[in-house]
Structure formats: structure tokens, C-alpha cells
């Protein structure tokens, strides 16, 4: 194995993903243990939050009960959350300049403008750029993808969620945010 492929990862409990994250500097991803986050939150959903506290995160997923089920578990976590379908729709809500989020969740597979392009157009954008984007796909060869995006971290599908909550706590923190 050349040294800018990626390495092997840290497989978690039976009937989960492991979860990767690049790092800085490195040559190819690198592999984090997500195992062990005990602590939950027990924060209602629907509460009223403000953008003074709560940590903005961009989910980008063409499979309807996914988005759900990331936005609420990430939302009962302190977290505001913008969806969209596809990629255009996306780009707009990011264009609109009233939602910069600390992290993007990225799908590469959906209709319309894929997570390939998305990604395309957020690199050559001054001020979008410098999100995080964290790829969330089934694709067989998700860690090459997410390398050759940019992406600060993947994870493969079916994401367990407390996988999904630290990898955007670490790409919030990385983006000098605090996790909520």
C-alpha cells in the first residue's frame, strides 16, 4: 500500500461503521476510535435557539428519513440545522448569506447537483471554502472520495449516530467553534 492511500480503520461494535477522520497534514485519512461517548444530551427538540448559541451544521442528503433522523439527533444535541435535497438547493441556502454553518454532512450520490460538484463550487468559493466538509456515503470507495474532496472526515453508511455527532463535534472544534 503506497503511503497516500488511505489507511485501515478502527472497526466499532458489531452493526456499525468506523468512522475516519483526516488529519492535518497527513498523507491519507487516518482512523479514530469514536467509541465510548457515554454522555448524552437531553435537550428537547423544537426549543428555540438563537445563532448565539447554537453551532450551525448543513446536512446534504437526498434520502428524506436520513436527513430526518441526522437533523433530530443532531438538533436534540444543541446543534441548528439546515437541510437540503441536493446540491443546488444547497448552494443557494449557503449563498443566501443568513446560514454559514461549522461543518457540512455531504451525501456524493443524489439527483441534481451531487456532492461532487457541490464540493466543486464550495472549493472555489472565497467564503465558502473554508467549511468543513465531512463526507457521509455508501460509496465503495468513500475514503479516496472524501481525500480527493477535501473532506475533513467520512463516514460510511449506515452511520451510527453518535459517530455523526462527534465527527461534527471534532469539524466544528477543527473550525474554531465550540461543540454545543
Known amino acids: 500500500m503506497s503511503s497516500d492511500r488511505p489507511k485501515q480503520g478502527i472497526s466499532e461494535p458489531a452493526g456499525s461503521s468506523a468512522r475516519h477522520v483526516l488529519q492535518p497534514g497527513a498523507m491519507g485519512l487516518s482512523s479514530v ?30 434520502d428524506r428519513d ?22 443546488r438547493s444547497a448552494l443557494a441556502q449557503l449563498n443566501d448569506g443568513t446560514f454559514l454553518p461549522c461543518v457540512l454532512l455531504l451525501d456524493l450520490r443524489m439527483p441534481g447537483m451531487n456532492g461532487w460538484e457541490l464540493a466543486a463550487h464550495l472549493r472555489r468559493s472565497a ?11 455508501a460509496h465503495y ?33 477543527s473550525a474554531g467553534e465550540p461543540p454545543s
Open 141 to 173: 470507495l468513500l475514503a479516496d472520495e472524501a481525500l480527493r474532496l477535501g473532506a475533513t472526515a467520512w463516514l460510511q453508511k449506515p452511520v451510527p449516530l453518535h459517530a455523526l455527532v462527534r465527527a461534527v463535534e471534532d469539524a466544528c472544534r
Open 33 to 62: 476510535d469514536s467509541v465510548g461517548r457515554a454522555a448524552s444530551k437531553t435537550q428537547s427538540r423544537g426549543r428555540t435557539t438563537t445563532a448565539e448559541n447554537t453551532t450551525r451544521v448543513m446536512i446534504v442528503e437526498d
Open 66 to 87: 436520513l436527513r430526518d433522523v441526522y437533523a433530530a439527533a443532531l438538533e436534540d444535541e444543541g446543534y441548528s440545522v439546515r437541510v437540503a435535497s441536493e446540491g
Open 127 to 137: 467564503r465558502l471554502r473554508r467549511i468543513p466538509i465531512v463526507v457521509v456515503a
